[in-house]
Nanobody
Framework: QLVESGGGLVQAGDSLRLSCAAS????????MAWFRQAPGKEREFVAS????????YYADSVKGRFTISRVNAKNTVYLQMDSLKPEDTAVYYC???????????????WGQGTQVTVSS
């Protein structure tokens, strides 16, 4: 089970940190990722991290503004979001899978999502 938290309503330029806590899952064996879905749009890749944390990937739209990290001892993955823009508004989902890739089908387990709204 994956449970996201940390979403909310912020202004453009603000920061937020999302958390995703895993339970009933061998967390340290899985790559983790964040995806997002805006109203009327398909779910899109945001960032991913390997099981060890040594390798990370980012979508071009968030590179330099978002940072993904994990603490295996806490079964938690984070997404630090800085310099937020209105176009970052979406429901953010965490996911667990076999490799730190960017495709939805690479991930087997999904959280319920947390809403992030960025006002201009």
């Amino acid at each position: 089970q994956l449970v996201e938290s940390g979403g909310g309503l912020v202004q453009a330029g603000d920061s937020l940190r999302l958390s995703c806590a895993a339970s009933e899952l061998a967390f340290s064996s899985y790559a983790m990722a964040w995806f997002r879905q805006a109203p009327g749009k398909e779910r899109e890749f945001v960032a991913s991290i390997s099981w060890s944390g040594a390798t990370t990937y980012y979508a071009d739209s968030v590179k330099g503004r978002f940072t993904i990290s994990r603490v295996n001892a806490k079964n938690t993955v984070y997404l630090q979001m800085d310099s937020l823009k209105p176009e970052d508004t979406a429901v953010y989902y965490c996911a667990a899978g076999g490799r730190a890739a960017g495709a939805i089908y690479d991930y087997n387990y999904w959280g319920q999502g947390t809403q992030v709204t960025v006002s201009s």
